[in-house]
């Protein structure tokens, strides 16, 4: 597959999507935008809802592929998150498949698996085959994204690279992001890599930079070429000092879904 050149960045008014705006095109791609929120500035920004299935289809049109960042992006009523991430989502690989686009980069996030217990000590690093476990109607949603694009890739030769992005933030902010936390200079590497890698079918990796405290096993993202650059351990001091470390049976600190497998998810994640 030639590299592509032309991406569909979906959810690029988002916090995620403005850091892409700006990082991306460094990479030398001509990002075509869309949001359900119009994007201040930008008269060439597509303005439409995912639901908007016509509107998709224009949306995808000759691009050489999509980076999927719209969505709800925290925990919300199922109700929301099946219309925006379930349907959504759907509605979107439908308009690729009727396009011909070759690859979507999926937006999955650590939630998929939130239930897992976070790595202590000498434990191993969580594996990207670790069973899905979702923290949430939103983990659940990254879960059906990433079966929806399995089932892309094994019926339409659609490929996608999901990933399970940990916190993608310009900074940490808690002790649980020292370890999950992806800058956003690595985050655009990622996605640069995951746009560009030859034959990945479905690939799933984790979106995190190289943190000394890392819970995650970066292999499938690095064998897209991914090198990682950053370190959360700068931040360490101070978010430690503030916060203390995670305490064991502390609810919010034992998985890797952080304060997202408390019901309601409470603030710091
Ligand atoms: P965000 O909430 O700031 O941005 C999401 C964007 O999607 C918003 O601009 C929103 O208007 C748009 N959107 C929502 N529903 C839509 C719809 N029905 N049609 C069209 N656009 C719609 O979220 P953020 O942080 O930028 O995250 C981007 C993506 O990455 C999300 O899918 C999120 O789940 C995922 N993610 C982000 C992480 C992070 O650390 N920022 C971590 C893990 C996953
Ligand atoms: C996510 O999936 C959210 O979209 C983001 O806002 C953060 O909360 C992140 O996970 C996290 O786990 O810190």
Redesign the pocket.
Known sequence: MPAPRTVLL??????????MRNLLPAFDYELRL????PIEGDPDAIT?????RKALREAVRGVDAIL???????EAPFEKIL???IE?TYNLYEAAREEGVGRIVF?????AVGFTPRPRGDDPLIPIDTPRRPDTF?GLS?SFGEDLAQLYWDKYGLETVS???????PEPTSVRMLSVW?SPPDGARLFHAALTAENVGHTVVY?SSANTRLWWDLSTARALGYEPQDDSEQFAEKLIAEQGELEPGNIAHDYLGGAFVSDPPIWPY
Request: proline share 0%; with cysteine.
């Open positions: 979906t959810g690029a008014a988002g916090g995620l999507g403005t850091l869309l949001d359900i929120r439409a809802d995912l639901a908007d999927h960042l719209a969505g709800i992006s925290l219309k925006a991430n959504g937006a999955s996030s650590n939630h939103y990254k990933v399970r992005i940990g916190s993608c933030f992806m979106g």
